[in-house]
């Protein structure tokens, strides 16, 4: 939530489970690419924006992050073992 409110300016009453990119959130594409960036450096994972904007909704968004950054955890576990 924090990249949204510092990146994306979005007020965070409108940032909900619910809320969706093209509606509640209104992004605009330059915020949506530096939110995509500042997410994949922190977690250290890629994210596909076609499955992103497909999940649309806020609290999809945050469960496919997490999933990705559980594998790239993994990974990076299993290689330092």
Do not use: C, W
């Amino acid at each position: 939530m924090g990249l949204l409110l510092d990146i994306g300016k979005i007020p965070r009453e409108r940032i909900t489970e619910r809320a969706t990119l093209d509606g509640d959130l209104r992004m605009e594409s330059v915020a949506f690419i530096e939110i995509q960036v500042a997410t994949e450096d922190r977690f250290d994972i890629e994210i596909d924006l076609i499955e992103v904007v497909g999940l649309n909704e806020f609290g999809a968004i945050i469960d496919y992050v997490h999933a990705l950054a559980r594998v790239a955890a993994a990974s990076q576990r299993a290689v330092n073992d």
